[in-house]
Nanobody, 126 residues
Framework: EVQLQASGGGLVQAGGSLRLSCAAS?????????IGWFRQAPGKEREGVAC????????HFADSVKGRFTISSDNAKHTVYLQLNSLKAEDTAVYYC??????????????????WGQGTLVTVSS
């Protein structure tokens, strides 16, 4: 089983930046996987933000964050980072990371992710 720990959320002004981290643990963890970031604002459905595949570093982003967010992976540390830049009030949400161990296409559908971490709250003040 995989355990995921998300961190790095906080309060930031519009236009600011934050870096979220998703640390993975559990075994075995040497196989390929996809880590996705999702967010959920109050009263809204969970939305996929970005994902990255461990083996080749390929990434995929939701249109709403393209050009503002980046995702990267430190495989040695089993940690994935989501850099949030040019933040807007509408980016306010609880952000979750998730892992897909067997479905390795870069997609942002929550149903394909097997393991989920707890959320970290990002609040953007306007």
């Amino acid at each position: 089983e995989v355990q995921l720990q998300a961190s790095g959320g906080g309060l930031v002004q519009a236009g600011g930046s934050l870096r979220l981290s998703c640390a993975a643990s559990g075994s075995p963890f040497d196989d390929d996987y996809v880590i996705g970031w999702f967010r959920q604002a109050p009263g809204k459905e969970r939305e996929g933000v970005a994902c990255i595949r461990r083996s080749d570093g390929s990434t995929h982003f939701a249109d709403s964050v393209k050009g503002r967010f980046t995702i990267s992976s430190d495989n040695a540390k089993h940690t994935v980072y989501l850099q949030l830049n040019s933040l807007k009030a509408e980016d306010t949400a609880v952000y979750y990371c998730a892992a897909s161990r067997w479905y390795l296409r870069l997609e942002l559908k929550p149903i394909i992710y097997d393991f989920w971490g707890q959320g970290t709250l990002v609040t953007v003040s306007s």
